[in-house]
């Protein structure tokens, strides 16, 4: 505001354009920090109430993301050696960060697919007519 208000309005759509794309990337970031500790609270009512189950954190494998969610609940509900013994025999390792789908397919952030999954953690519920 400074740089436009001295008359400098190159300066001024710049920064103001620089700034508004850190706030975008600032609520992405908080989003997804909603969206782990949704997924994080389900996982751990699934283990609390099933016991460990592969097929709890099979969906949870492709993203860094989840399976850290899967972790965080699997410690806490005491099956974490378990889980992750599982996340390990699926090849997974601390430097795998970016999701499956995003490895394969750079351009996959840009996809609501991608991007509902990510946000949007659960089983997709049916509408009854």
């Known amino acids: 505001m400074a740089h436009w208000s001295a008359g400098n309005a190159a300066a001024g759509v710049a920064l103001g354009w620089w700034g508004g794309c850190w706030l975008v990337v600032a609520f992405f970031a908080l989003a997804d920090g909603v969206s782990r500790h949704r997924e994080y609270r389900r996982i751990k009512?699934?283990?609390?109430?099933?016991?460990?189950?592969?097929?709890?954190?099979?969906?949870?494998?492709?993203?860094?993301?989840?399976?850290?969610?899967?972790?965080?609940?699997?410690?806490?509900?005491?099956?974490?050696d378990r889980a992750r013994a599982y996340f390990h025999g699926l090849g997974y390792r601390w430097y795998h960060i970016l999701p499956?789908?995003?490895?394969?397919?750079?351009?996959?952030?840009?996809?609501?697919?991608?991007?509902?999954?990510?946000?949007l953690p659960g089983r997709k519920r049916r509408v009854r007519p």
């Not at 109430?49 to 005491?78: K, M, V």
């Not at 499956?100 to 946000?119: E, H, K």
């Open 45 to 80: 009512g699934m283990l609390l109430r099933y016991g460990f189950s592969e097929r709890i954190l099979r969906p949870l494998a492709r993203s860094r993301c989840q399976r850290d969610a899967a972790l965080h609940a699997a410690r806490e509900t005491g099956h974490l």
């Open 100 to 119: 499956d789908l995003v490895v394969r397919n750079p351009l996959a952030f840009a996809s609501p697919t991608f991007l509902r999954t990510s946000f």
